[in-house]
């Protein structure tokens, strides 16, 4: 079996971009740069950070879900949930997609942190910060990438439609997968987490910014694709930019506990990057086996490699705050997402030979 070529995609539904823009390939420069201008202000202006950190309504900091906000809604204008019709069309690749990113990832990162956080690292980890440490990757694996996944399928020629479709369904099922998957595998961590708490931030950093940006979509769209175009490379900015003044906030809380314990960022990306080989390994390996084409197998892989790190800091804010540890364990992810992505793209572009030659036997 050879690999079909992607159809071009349909007239409603807006194509995987181009390319990676300068915010999205240098992301892990800008969280450097933040991470250094966070412990900055964190250092030498404490009162007005903290007095940020005290602007909340129910447990939920309004700046900051405000900047969540600006980061979500424009990713989510990417998504064409009109998209769902094509699920039919590759069935194998989206079960495996279905079965990475929701029965295999989340348990599996578990696993890891029980084994690295808990075990290994244990005695060179802030004792109090443990669970917090837990929580945060255990958030972190179980929101699956949305909007970065359209850019990883461009760089590995994936089917557009197969990537639309997959993004979709998984957005759908985030809905209401995200709180009891979570509060599950919280539970089995032995980790408390008020159940309002989590259902509020999956209504305001899922529901309400999913709401929002498939009407602002169908606005546009009323008015031709390339008004979707140009509003997306109009606002594409913006959640970049609300991301890394999300996280200069957040390392002015964290900036203490970085000087006290300067390799904690080291020791939480080491189950990270464990879980983006595996997931990705075994999605490309699955859609191998059922035969389906390297252009479905990439982002399929792809998709349960990354993740949703805009909602994980978001829901590791609400839940524990500004200065837990479960905030910075979710934005690890962000410090370490493009440079693992772009390995697994390289790696899956330059095994396409294996890939091809396995389905024609």
Not at 12 to 38: D, H, K, N, Q, S
Not at 92 to 107: E, M
Request: with cysteine; hydrophobic share 60%.
């Amino acid at each position: 079996m050879t690999a079909v070529p992607p159809p071009a995609p349909g007239p409603g539904a807006a194509a995987p971009a181009a390319a990676m823009g300068v915010f999205e390939r240098y992301l892990t420069v800008w969280v450097a740069l933040c991470i250094v201008a966070g412990v900055a202000l964190g250092h030498w202006l404490p009162g007005p950070v903290q007095a940020i950190g005290r602007m909340e309504v129910a447990q939920v900091n309004l700046p900051v879900g405000l900047l969540i906000w600006v980061m979500i809604i424009p990713m989510l204008l990417k998504v064409d949930f009109g998209a769902l019709n094509q699920v039919r069309q590759h069935w194998r690749g989206i079960g495996v997609t279905l079965f990475v990113n929701w029965a295999v990832k989340p348990f599996s990162m578990a696993l890891l942190a029980w084994i690295f956080i808990r075990h290994v690292f244990a005695p060179y980890l802030p004792a109090g910060q443990i669970d917090s440490y837990v929580a945060g990757l255990i958030l972190l694996a179980a929101a699956p990438c949305t909007a970065m996944v359209f850019v990883w399928s461009r760089l590995t020629n994936g089917h557009p439609l197969f990537t639309l479709s997959q993004v979709a369904l998984n957005d759908t099922i985030m809905v209401f997968a995200f709180a009891p998957i979570v509060a599950l595998l919280l539970g089995l961590s032995a980790i408390t987490v008020p159940w309002d708490t989590l259902l509020i931030s999956v209504l305001l950093y899922i529901v309400v910014p999913v709401l929002i940006a498939q009407a602002w979509r169908k606005a546009l769209l009323r008015r031709g694709p390339q008004a979707l175009e140009a509003a997306l490379a109009r606002i594409g900015p913006w959640s970049v930019g609300a991301l890394l003044v999300t996280l200069v906030l957040l390392f002015g809380f964290q900036g203490r506990a970085l000087i006290e314990q300067p390799l904690v960022i080291a020791m939480l990306a080491v189950p990270i990057l464990i879980q983006v080989v595996l997931n990705s390994s075994i999605a490309y390996a699955l859609n191998r086996r059922l035969g389906e084409p390297h252009s479905v197998a990439c982002p399929s892989a792809l998709i349960g490699a990354s993740n949703f790190f805009e909602l994980a800091v978001a829901a590791a804010i609400s839940l524990f705050g500004f200065d837990s540890g479960a905030a910075l364990a979710t934005v690890v992810g962000v410090l370490i997402e493009v440079p693992l992505m772009l390995l697994v793209v390289r790696v899956v572009n330059r095994s396409k030979g294996w890939y091809e030659a396995g389905l024609r036997r």
